[in-house]
């Protein structure tokens, strides 16, 4: 039993698993808040939009970075922020195309 529990303990990347979800959870969040300004209410002209981005990128950021100890190796924080990266510069370009 505690053989099998050694085997799936998440390994302890701190110092990496910290700088990719530093790096990378800004900038996904700083994409998912600009998917949200150009496709959200009111559009990117919104009277209020500005100060309420400003706030929730915080929060969207430290949730990244809260959750990114999950993975179980950096490498995986790397390939799953990395691509999480992509596909929300994408929808943030296909966004900015649509409005």
């Known amino acids: 039993m505690i053989q099998a529990y050694r085997n799936q303990k998440i390994?302890?990347?701190?110092?990496?698993k910290t700088i990719i979800s530093l790096i990378?959870?800004?900038?996904?969040?700083?994409?998912?808040?600009?998917?949200?300004?150009?496709?959200?209410?009111?559009?990117?002209?919104?009277?209020?939009?500005?100060?309420?981005?400003?706030?929730?990128?915080?929060?969207?950021?430290?949730?990244?970075?809260?959750?990114s100890f999950m993975f179980k190796t950096r490498w995986s924080a790397l390939c799953y922020l990395g691509g999480a990266n992509l596909v929300a510069y994408l929808g943030y370009l296909v966004a900015r195309l649509l409005s």
């Open 11 to 16: 390994q302890p990347h701190w110092w990496s």
């Open 24 to 67: 990378l959870g800004l900038s996904l969040a700083y994409a998912l808040i600009g998917i949200f300004a150009w496709q959200g209410p009111g559009g990117i002209d919104a009277p209020v939009k500005v100060q309420f981005n400003m706030w929730m990128l915080c929060l969207l950021w430290l949730m990244i970075l809260s959750f």
